[in-house]
């Protein structure tokens, strides 16, 4: 099946740290998105990266595209205690309107 | 671009009964859907809703599960009759509006539990 796999399972750092997150897949995608969750809340969409894009910055977050070793980073620069939450890689194919989820990175600022 | 709201936000209910899961308000998209997460585990597709009729749907969603739009607005996941493993967060979601798409909309979820 094509789900996204994301790596770490679990990232601690301090604030103000870079946080880097990675998201593998297995096979031809449309685009790849970044959603947060916040303990027990619902998904946010962060940010978008079609397959035909390298890079995509939005404010603190930056998403790499390697359609060729079909792998994606999620980046958070000069991370805040708010950014703890976890953070989902989702695929949505080609062929089909859905997104499949990776297993998630918990990310923990600690201030 | 309105949230999508999503009652109740917490439901408990016996096993077998039959609960109604809500998506409220809709307007103006044509995808909608539903996925779940168990707790602890990953986001799963369940459904996907396009143009009033399901679209696709996984494995998970058996004759058990159905889905409607009664009004043209509300968008409900109905579960005929539950079992202790539907227990998780389900949330409804829409796709981007015209031909611009950004990312889906989810709403704030329904956790159910199965008792």
């Known amino acids: 099946s094509q789900q996204g796999e994301e790596d770490p399972q679990a990232l601690s750092i301090q604030e103000g740290e870079n946080a880097t997150m990675n998201c593998s897949y297995k096979t031809s995608i449309n685009n790849l998105q970044w959603y947060r969750q916040n303990s027990g809340r619902g998904l946010v969409h962060l940010i978008l990266?079609?397959?035909?894009?390298r890079e995509k910055h939005s404010g603190r977050l930056r998403v790499t595209l390697d359609t060729s070793k079909k792998s994606s980073s999620l980046l958070i620069t000069a991370s805040r205690a708010a950014d703890t939450a976890s953070y989902f890689c989702a695929t949505e194919w080609d062929s089909s309107y859905k997104l499949i989820f990776g297993s998630g990175t918990r990310l923990l600022v600690r201030p | 671009e309105p949230e999508v709201t999503q009652t109740p936000s917490h439901q408990v209910t016996q096993m077998g009964q039959e609960v109604i899961l809500r998506c409220v308000p809709i307007?103006?998209?044509?995808?909608f859907y539903w996925y779940r997460q168990i707790l602890g585990q990953k986001v799963e597709f369940l459904v996907s809703?396009?143009?009033?009729?399901?679209?696709?749907k996984s494995e998970i969603f058996d004759d058990q599960f159905s889905v409607e739009r009664p009004d043209g607005s509300n968008f409900t996941l109905k579960i005929r009759s539950t079992k202790l493993e539907d227990s998780a967060m389900y949330f409804c979601a829409r796709g981007g509006t015209g031909g611009a798409f950004n990312g889906y909309t989810f709403g704030s979820g329904t956790r159910l539990t199965v008792v």
């Open positions: 307007s103006n998209h044509l995808y």
């Open positions: 809703f396009y143009n009033n009729e399901i679209s696709e």
């Open positions: 990266i079609r397959s035909n894009e």
